[in-house]
């Protein structure tokens, strides 16, 4: 049962088998995978189609079983029904009644909960105004965008309250103001102490929110770690440089040191890694020039994302 110090998800060892074709062969879509959320946090889950994500997050929400290892909320099995109801859940592909207004939706889901007749409109009202669709309470949701539709299924996902928010890709086919929006109603769900658990491909949107990320290639976990642990060993510490008005020997000279050349020329930029900059700057001390920039590079999720699932190294 859970305590102050449970994690809200933990993943032990989890493995998950599918059973494919005439010859049923075995695909093994996750394959070992561990790992703990605590109470409060934004945890990114990340990986290339076919990684195992929504396999995953199946497994939590108990839709299906692992084939070994296991998977805990709140200190109690997946499975459990009094850890399912403290679960809020958008799936990937979400399905609609595209007939029913917005607010006769969200009012179904909380029947389906078995929220009483005397709180669901209230809270229903409540939700639409959460996720900014209290003007569209009436309209269908086959008229519904895209964006809108996100955010009806966000707030249905919200419908019982739930201490657990588990997304699958909240952010996929939103525009830049939709991605936003979402991201606001996720750090408004962090402020009342939830936690949130969400898939992405929107790198993006995952340095913006999330606490910590994991990387998930081929079922296996291969990165984990705070945004800044993680982007902080990755950066390699380098430098872009920009300088002006170096005699052309000079300018040559930069360029050999650097490990790239960004904008060649009379005004140039440069990437250099640590040696490179102690002696570009020495050098500049010699010959003049102007310094007209100089810029720590810090790498992004985005650089680190496409390392990992080209590095070999969980084969
Ligand atoms: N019901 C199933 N039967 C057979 N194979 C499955 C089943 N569900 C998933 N898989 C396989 O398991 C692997 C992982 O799929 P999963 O949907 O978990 O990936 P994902 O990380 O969510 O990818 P995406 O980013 O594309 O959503 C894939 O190879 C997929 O084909
Ligand atoms: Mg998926």
Do not use: W
């Not at 209290?134 to 707030?155: E, F, N, W």
């Not at 898939?199 to 929110?209: A, G, K």
């Not at 007209?292 to 070999?312: A, N």
Request: charged share 25%.
């Amino acid at each position: 049962m859970s305590s102050k110090n449970t994690p809200i998800i933990r993943i032990e060892n989890l493995v998950k088998e599918f059973r494919i074709g005439f010859f049923r062969k075995r695909v093994q879509a996750v394959r070992g995978l561990s790992l703990e959320v605590q109470p409060g946090e934004i945890f990114g889950f990340l990986g290339p189609n076919g990684a195992g994500k929504t396999t995953t997050i199946k497994v939590l929400n108990g839709l299906i079983f692992p084939s070994q290892g296991k998977a805990e909320l709140f200190g109690m099995s997946a499975n459990d029904i009094r850890a399912k109801s403290k679960v809020g859940f958008l799936p990937e592909h979400p399905y609609f009644y595209e007939y029913l207004t917005g607010f006769e939706f969200l009012d179904f889901y909380g029947r389906l909960f078995g929220l009483s007749r005397s709180i669901r409109p209230a809270r229903v009202e409540r939700l639409l105004e959460q996720v900014g669709l209290s003007t569209a309470r009436d309209i269908p949701l086959r008229k519904y965008s895209k964006g809108m539709i996100q955010r009806v299924g966000i707030a249905q996902a919200l419908i019982n309250d739930p201490d657990l928010v588990i997304l699958d890709e909240p952010m996929s086919g939103l525009d830049p103001i939709g991605r936003k929006e979402v991201r606001d109603i996720i750090f408004n769900l962090k402020d009342h102490g939830k936690t949130v658990f969400l898939s992405s491909h929107i790198l993006q949107d995952v340095e913006m929110i999330c606490d910590r990320v994991a990387i998930l290639i081929k079922g296996q976990l291969r990165k984990l770690g705070t945004l800044a642990e993680l982007l902080g060993e990755h950066s390699g510490h380098e430098t872009e440089l920009t300088v002006s008005g170096l005699p052309k020997m000079t300018n040559e000279q930069i360029r050999n040191m650097a490990k790239r050349v960004v904008i060649p020329g009379n005004r140039l930029t440069v990437v250099l890694d640590e040696q490179g900059l102690q002696e570009a700057m020495q050098l500049l001390l010699r010959e003049g020039g102007k310094i007209e920039s100089l810029v720590p590079l810090k790498g992004t999720l985005e650089d680190l994302f496409v390392q990992q699932v080209q590095s070999p190294e969980a084969e």
